[in-house]
């Protein structure tokens, strides 16, 4: 039984609270990589993890989906309490089972009645005052749980109802702890919190407000002290009191770090006059400037930021603040709901400039506050945004004094400081490519490694646009292989002089530093674009260039280190034997066939030469003539060795094939110029039944392509629409060779055929 | 990779009598069961048999999957009680989810629901958004509960699953409902989240050979949309645009949205200075729209309409006799 009770009150204090409001959150899971792919400026570097939860964020509820609940870190709380207080009284893993197990209960009713009988007769156990004081607290505390398990997550109906506390029982624990004779601070303290607990969840909660206000200055202001206070806040919430359980949400979040979440979420909102009104009814500044920054949180995070300065110029409660405005703002920037619109420039129109320049008024005075690093990488990293570089490298300059000795907050000084130089850049000279060269090899190759930093730090979107950012600068300046390199655009390798200059950089043995760098990082290596123009050489029936070039193809180990398999380059294994051409296309079918051969791209090539070289001999002409048909036939969309065009630059997977490779990939030319030779080739009525056959293919898929496939909005032809029609090869094997074996063959395994002899011709369907 | 010319047979579409009652029935998705007057008498009025109630949401808490906002009854309905489970995407997602387990466990929770309560519950309904990612573990899940639930077993059925049903499959279920609404993301751009002829008609001629049997739900309800720099901040249930107009702090601006002219909390939200409210809903016109134009497409006559869903701000702005008014045009 895993089940604990105490994981329940626990839950219990979470679950009292969960009644403040929440954000509509919709999903939005796809596309959703992370923080570090739409922002730069990583709240983690600036605020302690009592804030974290508050960061901001985007989709979801709270920032990394964290959650309202604390059991794991609580139950080892309230063990250590334990166990540092029985000492040697009690056998330790005793401690364990009764605190947190709920199968403990029988053994503890025992000990119980034993402590409540003859002392004389009580186990050894029970010998010390301090074992007894826990037996004690045990039964109460296990007493009051029953009430107070109302659980997020079980499925047990039973265990969602409330069941209020018995007022014999709350009256049972306060007067026991009334008459607590010459208290024991940690036992007293226990017992005082029972006290409320139990007054929390029986029917008059109102009087724990009472109660802890007649007896919380006796205790210690510790984690239980404001539990307790928590359920105080609770019961005026209940009372629709919000201005009081919003001042002690206040005073929660001020001064128990460890339950900021839980404060903040139950605080209610306030619009500016109720606001105005509640900081008046407080007299702590700090708690004043809680008050502010939770509202902050829900509204209006600026004129959080502004008041609270105003109240406490130094409250911590300003950074978190701070950091949500930096974010939000960064977000209208660098858009967070379209990642991929990475411009070079920056759009700063929507950017709170007020807030901007107040925070350049409060920074004459960095000393007043909180954390003036943060304030400064704020204010350069929101100046920059506006194009603002100068302000934002003096700013940057200035909050490297106050990040010392912390890694988060120096990389990212580093950061900004990159991409401040990247986005005042006019073209590279090679004073440039010097002084960013450490820059950039830091970002893309040390950074990704770096484990201190990796957990937390925003480098991908700043990752992305400074490649998109210099190639927009090559670009400028006429220099188009640069600008591919750092940003590939689809249809570069369409032209070929560029794709030569392409092969020659990469080529080059001793590059610079800086192209280097930018070759590693270039999505493409030789032998895409070797294959991709084998497999273009192929389609055009120039074979010869096509072993050439896939020969070079080879598999590099760098790209199988990237996640390639092994469906790349001159050693793919076609999945099914690419000269076969049977009646039904069944890829599955033929991949699943048992081969003797197995064909790798290279090696179909060099067949396809061999036999290429034959039909221009007239070397058996039909035979040869026929398997190259059905070779090109094959490695067409329609066929079992799509393998044969899957390249990184082609990029064609699917079932939507491009406009510029449709005549290739959907295109028939070669098998019917093929299939034709064997025709006129062949020497009986067999071979002529077969190949004529093997053309109403052809007509099929062309049909098949200029019907559905090559639409734009092609999704599936369904039954309504037309399958087949009267082709010529049809026409002809009906007509010609109704009296071959391949013929009966063909009605057998061919719906559309049969269809088509038996209905009248030329209908369909 | 074998190329699917899907060959579809039709089915004959048998010509059922047209005299053939359809029935009224209502959702009910509160967390507490304990209908006003107005709504028992609209149960009542519409001679509703059954009644779908939300029984419990399944979603994941610290990555288990676990029942949220269970039903409590206050009253027992007279009317034959259809327990729905709505389980959220997330649950069917995560690789971590022990399907066959959560099967187990649901029955479990509902059986335990009824025994408190000492109602029977002769059917069983799904609800889920499932997409192409999960739906392998949501058919897992069917199959299971057909085999460990001996009575009848539906689903709800979005447009898109229609739509694509040879691509997504058809969940092995005796019945569907086909949820006519929530057609599109709610956002301050989209005329119309909850019902948009436009986007109905993209997906509506699918039904034709839709093989399941299906009822049709059909959305009475209507929100506000609560934006702020034209962003969703949040949902404002049941919401009526006489309430907003009637707010002194509000006006209608040219695009039909009432944008808030001085900060304070309204409706039980918390509005900054010129955030807006954008008002959704169905009026009669447009459920007349929806009836003739699914009853042009769908080959078999629904045996029931389930209105979503019961409440009396719903049942108000429709008036008693037009749920029936709807369903006879399905006749």
Redesign the interface.
């Known amino acids: 039984m895993e089940k604990t009770f105490f994981k329940k009150l626990l839950l219990a204090s979470a679950s009292f609270m969960a009644l403040g ?1 929440g ?2 959150v ?2 939005c ?1 796809d596309g959703w990589w992370g923080y570090s792919y739409v922002s730069s400026f990583t709240p983690e570097a600036f605020a302690d993890k009592s804030y974290k939860p508050l960061f901001y964020a985007p989709e979801e509820k709270f920032y990394d989906y964290a ?1 309202l ?1 604390y059991i794991e870190k609580d139950r080892e709380d309230i063990l250590l309490d334990w166990q540092h207080y029985l000492g040697s009284a009690f056998p330790k893993n005793k401690i364990a089972f009764y605190l947190l197990n709920d199968s403990a209960a029988a053994e503890i009713e025992q000990l119980y009645r034993a402590l409540q009988g003859d002392a004389t007769q009580q186990p050894g156990l029970l010998a010390s005052k301090k074992a007894q004081n826990f037996v004690q607290f045990l039964h109460y505390a296990k007493a009051v749980e029953a009430s107070s398990t109302t659980t ?7 265990d ?2 409330v069941v209020q506390t018995q007022p014999s029982l709350v009256a049972d624990i306060e007067t026991f702890y009334q008459n607590l004779e010459k208290p024991d601070a940690f036992f007293a303290n226990r017992i005082w919190f029972q006290v409320l607990k139990a007054k929390f969840y029986s029917n008059d909660r109102g009087s724990v407000i009472p109660f802890f206000e007649a007896s919380a200055n006796k205790q210690p202001k510790n984690d239980l002290y404001y539990r307790a206070l928590g359920y105080v806040a609770g019961a005026y919430y209940q009372q629709s009191a919000y201005d009081k359980s919003n001042a002690l949400f206040a005073s929660i979040f001020n001064d128990a770090p460890s339950k900021r979440h839980e404060a903040l979420y139950n605080f209610r ?6 606001l105005h009104q509640a900081l008046q009814r407080v007299d702590s500044k700090a708690v004043q400037a809680s008050m502010v920054a939770m509202n902050g949180y ?3 995070a600026a004129e959080a930021m502004k008041r609270i300065y105003a109240i406490q110029a130094n409250s911590p409660h300003l950074d978190f603040l701070l950091t949500r405005w930096v974010n939000a703002e960064e977000s209208k920037v660098t858009d967070y709901y379209n990642v991929q619109k990475s411009n070079a420039t920056w759009d700063a129109s929507q950017i709170d400039k007020e807030t901007l320049n107040w925070l350049g008024e409060i920074l004459k005075q960095p000393r007043k506050l909180h954390n003036p690093g943060l304030a400064y990488l704020a204010y350069g990293y929101i100046n920059m945004l506006c194009n603002e570089h100068d302000v934002a490298q003096v700013a940057y300059s200035k909050a490297k004094r106050f990040g010392r000795g912390k890694p988060l907050v120096a990389a990212q000084i580093r950061l900004f400081n990159l991409l401040n130089n990247i986005s005042q850049l006019g073209h590279v000279s090679a004073k440039n490519e010097k002084e960013l060269l450490p820059e950039l090899t830091w970002l893309y190759h040390e950074v990704p490694k770096d484990s201190v930093l990796i957990p937390s730090f925003r480098y991908e979107y700043a990752s992305s646009w400074i490649k998109t950012a210099l190639s927009a600068v090559y670009t400028k300046n006429d220099n188009p292989l640069m600008a591919e390199l750092l940003d590939s655009k689809k249809g570069f390798y369409d032209n070929e002089e560029l794709g030569d200059r392409m092969v020659q950089f990469l080529l080059q043995e001793n590059k610079s530093g800086w192209n280097t760098l930018f070759a590693t990082l270039y999505p493409y290596n030789l032998s895409d674009i070797y294959e991709s123009r084998a497999i273009y050489a192929y389609y055009q029936d120039h074979i010869d260039e096509a072993i050439d070039l896939m020969e070079r193809a080879t598999s590099p180990r760098m790209r199988n280190d990237r996640g390639y398999n092994d469906m790349h380059y001159n050693n793919a294994v076609l999945r099914g034997n690419p000269f076969n051409g049977k009646i039904k ?5 033929d991949h699943a066939a048992p081969q003797k051969v197995k064909y790798t791209k290279l090696d179909f090539l060099r067949k396809v030469q061999e036999l290429k070289q034959n039909v221009d001999q007239g070397t058996d002409l039909y035979a040869n003539a026929l398997l190259l048909g059905n070779a090109y036939y094959n490695t067409s969309f ?1 066929g079992n060795a ?1 393998v044969f065009y899957y390249n990184a630059i082609i990029a064609e997977y699917g079932n939507y094939i491009s406009t510029k490779n449709q005549p290739y990939i959907l295109g028939m030319s070669n098998a019917k110029k093929y299939y034709e030779k064997a025709f006129h080739a062949a020497q009986d009525n067999e071979q002529r039944a077969k190949v004529s056959y093997l053309l109403a293919k052809v007509d099929r898929n062309n049909f098949y392509r200029q019907q559905y496939l090559q639409a734009d909005d092609y ?5 309504k629409q037309t ?1 087949f029609k009267d082709w010529a090869g049809f026409q002809t094997l009906k007509n010609d060779y109704a009296d071959t074996k391949y013929y009966q063959e063909v009605i057998r395994e061919c ?1 559309y055929f049969r269809s088509y002899v038996t209905q009248e011709i030329g209908k369909g369907r | 990779m074998r190329i699917c010319w899907a060959i579809l047979i039709l089915l004959c579409g048998c010509c059922t009598p047209s005299s053939k009652p359809v029935d009224v029935s209502f959702y009910y998705w509160k967390t507490s069961f304990k209908p006003s007057e107005a709504e028992e008498q609209a149960l009542q009025d519409n001679q509703s048999r059954r009644i779908y109630i939300r029984y419990f949401d399944v979603g994941l808490t610290q990555g288990k999957p676990f029942p949220i906002s269970a039903i409590v009854f206050k009253k027992i309905p007279k009317q034959e009680i259809v327990p729905v489970v709505y389980i959220k995407n997330e649950v069917l997602l995560s690789p971590a989810t022990d399907v066959p387990l959560l099967a187990d466990r649901i029955l479990a929770y509902i059986v335990q629901i009824n025994d408190h309560y000492g109602v029977t519950t002769p059917e069983l309904q799904l609800d889920c958004d499932w997409s192409l990612k999960s739906k392998d573990a949501f058919f897992l899940l069917v199959k299971e509960l057909k085999t460990k639930w001996k009575g009848v077993l539906s689903c709800t059925i979005r447009l898109h699953q229609v739509k694509y049903f040879e691509k997504t499959g058809i969940p092995p279920v005796d019945y569907g409902v086909l949820m006519y609404y929530n057609m599109g993301t709610i956002s301050a751009n989209q005329s119309n989240s909850i019902y948009d002829r436009n986007t109905a008609k993209r997906y509506i001629s699918s039904l034709a050979k839709y093989p399941l049997p299906l009822k049709v739900a059909l959305p009475i309800f209507g929100w506000g949309v609560h934006l702020r720099h034209g962003k969703v901040v949040n949902l404002i249930n049941r919401l009526e645009e006489q309430e907003v107009a009637a707010l002194p702090t509000s006006e209608k601006t040219e695009g039909g949205k009432y944008k808030i002219t001085r900060a304070g909390t309204y409706f039980g939200q918390l509005f900054a200075l010129g955030d807006e409210i954008k008002l959704e809903s169905v009026d009669p016109k447009m459920l007349l729209e929806m009836a003739s134009d699914l009853k042009k497409h769908l080959t078999q006559q629904p045996t029931e309409i389930i209105f979503y869903d019961l409440d009396q701000t719903n049942i108000r702005r429709h008036g008693k006799d037009f749920f029936q008014e709807i369903a006879s045009r399905f006749r």
């Open positions: 409001t954000i509509y919709y999903g899971a959650q609940e997020f997550s079980s499925w047990d109906y039973e969602r109802i909102p306030l619009s500016t006059d109720s829900y509204h209006d296309d069944c890829n599955d079918c329609f799509r999704y599936w032809a369904d039954a399958m719906g």
